[in-house]
Structures are given as structure tokens and as C-alpha cells.
């Protein structure tokens, strides 16, 4: 595995570690899909009992990243607030707790809501202290992971080669994949914004042929927990240019499919407002998923203005 970038000390040791051990631990990830291919969807645009974005790319998606937060008493009460609330049932609804309380939210948690888990080891279980395994969450049940995420890249220093092969090593476990990706403030006002979303999108897409289990999550990191908020032209702009990224990469048929969703500070006011945009298929909310009736709201307001968009 190509590791690349500056690193700080501590992170570093940590991934000279992980690169140390390829034929352990990264071997069951290399070569799983060498390179992009167009691959056929079996998510169908015609049907119509599901809400839809815009364009038709697949059904509406809402992620609710709860990061490091909660105790069982507070996950109690947000579950509570959740099954309680009336949310649409022909949507995508994940919900990701901390690892500690992945089940006592499924054993508590009601339809249409499903479980996901907020990362996973790059590959086979094993002698990796403090990680959990794509196969122990496919164990327990837990349909969906978060990989990639800014916090993770940023704190962890996991580049868009570890990311791209964690991806491909947990849709070969049968874990569906929010995959996220995402420019820094410095990035976009340096004008490498593009420059950064190909990277990381070529990082994933060379390790992986099959995308149908795959959800994009563009994720400004600038916008990510600090209250700014892309505009819904923003927003836009850039889901259109990973659309087009897919159409030139890997084929039109992929990226009609393609369900690309936003995340960076989305709230119960502007939702409705981003989901008008044609290539926004949802959202991936972090703080405001720790409120049950906000979160419900997000997912409501956003899957009706799609919905309505689409009329």
C-alpha cells in the first residue's frame, strides 16, 4: 500500500505500522478490483414508490454520523425520539452510533431506520489493537460503514489509498459504503478543489469495480461542525462535477445511478433548500443527528422537497 503525505509523528508511527504488514493485514485488499469498470446498476429510475432525487438517482438518502458522542442513557433518549417520530418510509435512513453502542441501538431501533458503523479496519481481523473488523460488523448485522472521513484523514492521517482500499475490503465483506470525500478551506481558495476530488475518487475507484453498494458523501471539510454551510450552488457545482467524474471514469450508466450526498453543517432549515438541487441525493448530518426531532425533520423535509422537485 502506497502511503504518501506529510504526516505527524505519532500518526506516523502508526502507519509505518500498517504498512509494515501488507501480507497480513492489506492482502485480502490488493487486487480485489484493479482498476475502474463500468459497472451495470440494479437500482431502477422507474420506480416510483420511492422518493427520488431530482434527476432520478436512486432512492433519497439521509446518514446521521453520531462521531464520538453519547452515553447509553442519551442514546436511550435519541432513539426514543426517533422511533417516535413520523419520518418517510421510502427513503435510506442510517444511523451511525459509536462502535460501543452499535447494539443497543439495533436491538432498540425501528424500521425504516438501519444501522451503520462510523469506520472499520482496512483488512482482516487480526493482532490490530483498538480496531474493529469489516467481518465483526457483518457479524452482528450492521449493513452499512463510514469510510474516509475527514476527521479520520485529518487526525489519523489516513490518505486516499488506505481509504480506497478500506472501501474495497469492506464491500467485499458485504458492507454497503458511505465513502467521503471532501476539499479543506485552504484546498478551495487555492483553486484545488477538482484536483483533490479526483484524487480521492481515482483512490477508490482503482481498488473497486462494482459501485451499486456505494454512496458518495461530499463533505467540505471547512463546513464540517463550524455552523458554514456550502451554498446550494455550491453545492451543486461540485456534486455535478463528481457526477461527470463518474460519466468520464467509469461510465454514464454509474453515474446515473450514482447517489451523491452532502454533509457540512446541514440543519432542519436548509435542507429543503439543498435538496432542490438536482445532484443532491441526501445528506450525510452530523451534529444535528444527535437531536432526534431535528434529525427526523432533515430527513423529512429533504425527501419531500426532492420528492416535489421531481414532480
Given at each position: 500500500?502506497?502511503?504518501?503525505?506529510?504526516m505527524?509523528?505519532m500518526a506516523?508511527?502508526?502507519?509505518?505500522?500498517?504498512?509494515a504488514?501488507?501480507?497480513r493485514?492489506?492482502?485480502?485488499?490488493?487486487?480485489l478490483?484493479p482498476?475502474?469498470?463500468i459497472a451495470?446498476?440494479?437500482?431502477?429510475?422507474?420506480?416510483i414508490?420511492q422518493?427520488t432525487?431530482?434527476?432520478?438517482?436512486?432512492?433519497?438518502?439521509v446518514?446521521?454520523?453520531?462521531?464520538?458522542?453519547?452515553?447509553?442513557?442519551?442514546?436511550?433518549?435519541?432513539?426514543?425520539?426517533?422511533?417516535?417520530?413520523?419520518?418517510?418510509?421510502?427513503?435510506?435512513?442510517?444511523?451511525?452510533?459509536?462502535f460501543?453502542?452499535?447494539?443497543?441501538?439495533?436491538?432498540?431501533?425501528?424500521?425504516?431506520?438501519q444501522?451503520?458503523?462510523?469506520?472499520?479496519?482496512?483488512?482482516?481481523?487480526?493482532?490490530f489493537?483498538?480496531?474493529i473488523?469489516?467481518?465483526q460488523?457483518?457479524?452482528?448485522g450492521v449493513?452499512w460503514?463510514?469510510?474516509?472521513?475527514?476527521?479520520?484523514?485529518?487526525?489519523?492521517?489516513?490518505?486516499?489509498?488506505?481509504?480506497?482500499?478500506?472501501?474495497?475490503?469492506?464491500?467485499?465483506?458485504?458492507?454497503?459504503?458511505?465513502a467521503?470525500?471532501g476539499?479543506t478551506?485552504?484546498?478551495?481558495?487555492?483553486?484545488?478543489?477538482?484536483?483533490?476530488?479526483?484524487?480521492?475518487l481515482t483512490?477508490i475507484?482503482?481498488?473497486?469495480?462494482?459501485?451499486?453498494n456505494?454512496v458518495?458523501?461530499?463533505?467540505?471539510?471547512w463546513?464540517?461542525?463550524?455552523g458554514?454551510?456550502?451554498?446550494p450552488?455550491?453545492?451543486?457545482?461540485?456534486?455535478?462535477?463528481?457526477?461527470?467524474?463518474?460519466?468520464?471514469?467509469?461510465?454514464?450508466?454509474?453515474a446515473e445511478?450514482?447517489?451523491?450526498?452532502?454533509?457540512?453543517?446541514?440543519?432542519?432549515?436548509?435542507?429543503?433548500?439543498?435538496?432542490?438541487?438536482?445532484?443532491?441525493?441526501?445528506?450525510?448530518v452530523?451534529?444535528?443527528?444527535?437531536k432526534?426531532?431535528?434529525?427526523?425533520?432533515?430527513?423529512?423535509?429533504?425527501?419531500?422537497?426532492?420528492a416535489k422537485?421531481?414532480?
Amino acid at each position: 500500500m502506497k502511503l504518501s503525505g506529510t504526516m505527524r509523528p505519532m500518526a506516523s508511527t502508526y502507519l509505518q505500522t500498517t504498512s509494515a504488514m501488507p501480507s497480513r493485514a492489506l492482502s485480502s485488499c490488493r487486487g480485489l478490483h484493479p482498476r475502474l469498470a463500468i459497472a451495470s446498476s440494479n437500482r431502477s429510475s422507474n420506480n416510483i414508490r420511492q422518493v427520488t432525487s431530482m434527476a432520478g438517482h436512486g432512492k433519497f438518502f439521509v446518514g446521521g454520523n453520531w462521531k464520538c458522542n453519547g452515553d447509553k442513557h442519551g442514546v436511550k433518549k435519541l432513539i426514543d425520539d426517533l422511533n417516535a417520530a413520523d419520518v418517510p418510509e421510502d427513503i435510506d435512513i442510517i444511523v451511525a452510533p459509536t462502535f460501543i453502542h452499535l447494539e443497543q441501538v439495533q436491538g432498540a431501533l425501528k424500521k425504516p431506520y438501519q444501522l451503520g458503523a462510523q469506520n472499520c479496519w482496512v483488512g482482516k481481523g487480526g493482532a490490530f489493537t483498538g480496531e474493529i473488523s469489516a467481518e465483526q460488523l457483518h457479524d452482528i448485522g450492521v449493513p452499512w460503514v463510514i469510510v474516509g472521513h475527514s476527521e479520520r484523514r485529518l487526525f489519523m492521517d489516513e490518505t486516499n489509498d488506505f481509504v480506497g482500499h478500506k472501501a474495497a475490503y469492506a464491500l467485499s465483506q458485504d458492507l454497503s459504503v458511505i465513502a467521503c470525500i471532501g476539499e479543506t478551506l485552504h484546498e478551495r481558495q487555492a483553486g484545488q478543489l477538482e484536483e483533490v476530488l479526483t484524487k480521492q475518487l481515482t483512490a477508490i475507484g482503482d481498488n473497486i469495480a462494482d459501485w451499486d453498494n456505494v454512496v458518495i458523501a461530499y463533505e467540505p471539510v471547512w463546513a464540517i461542525g463550524t455552523g458554514k454551510v456550502a451554498t446550494p450552488e455550491q453545492a451543486q457545482d461540485v456534486h455535478k462535477f463528481i457526477r461527470t467524474w463518474f460519466t468520464d471514469k467509469v461510465g454514464s450508466e454509474v453515474a446515473e445511478a450514482m447517489r451523491i450526498i452532502y454533509g457540512g453543517s446541514v440543519n432542519d432549515q436548509n435542507a429543503g433548500e439543498l435538496a432542490r438541487k438536482e445532484d443532491l441525493d441526501g445528506f450525510l448530518v452530523g451534529g444535528a443527528s444527535l437531536k432526534g426531532k431535528t434529525f427526523a425533520k432533515i430527513c423529512t423535509s429533504g425527501a419531500k422537497t426532492a420528492a416535489k422537485v421531481l414532480a
